[in-house]
């Protein structure tokens, strides 16, 4: 069964950080590229980042770059997302998603001003 479990979703004030975690099972982790989508209440789902399998390469929306930063320990199985400088309107539900259309069951940012 694959598994995608994502951990590290809190509130916290506009400027503030977090880091995001989701960790795989089931699937042949180190293989596949990684990305991470949120979705805000009563919006579509936004892509934010993306890492290679390998981690040698990795993507950002323009509404991120330069505040998070998507990376992964294949040894551990998990992918994470360091989220700084956060603003109210990064608020939303934060996703990992896996090659294959894994995706795991979100976890709730919610950024206050």
């Known amino acids: 069964e694959v598994r995608l479990v994502e951990s590290g979703g809190d509130l916290v004030q506009s400027g503030g950080s977090l880091r995001l975690s989701c960790r795989a099972s089931?699937?042949?982790?180190?293989?596949?590229?990684m990305a991470w989508v949120r979705q805000a209440l009563g919006k579509g789902p936004e892509w934010v980042a993306s890492?290679?399998?390998?981690?040698?390469?990795?993507y950002y929306s323009d509404s991120v770059k330069d505040r998070f930063t998507i990376s992964r320990d294949n040894a551990k199985r998990t992918v994470y997302l360091q989220l700084n400088s956060l603003k109210p309107e990064d608020t939303a539900v934060y996703y990992c998603?896996?090659?294959?259309?894994?995706w795991g069951q979100g976890t709730q940012v919610t950024v206050s001003s």
């Open positions: 998603k896996a090659t294959g259309d894994y």
């Open positions: 089931g699937i042949t982790f180190e293989s596949l590229d």
């Open positions: 890492i290679k399998n390998d981690g040698s390469r990795t």
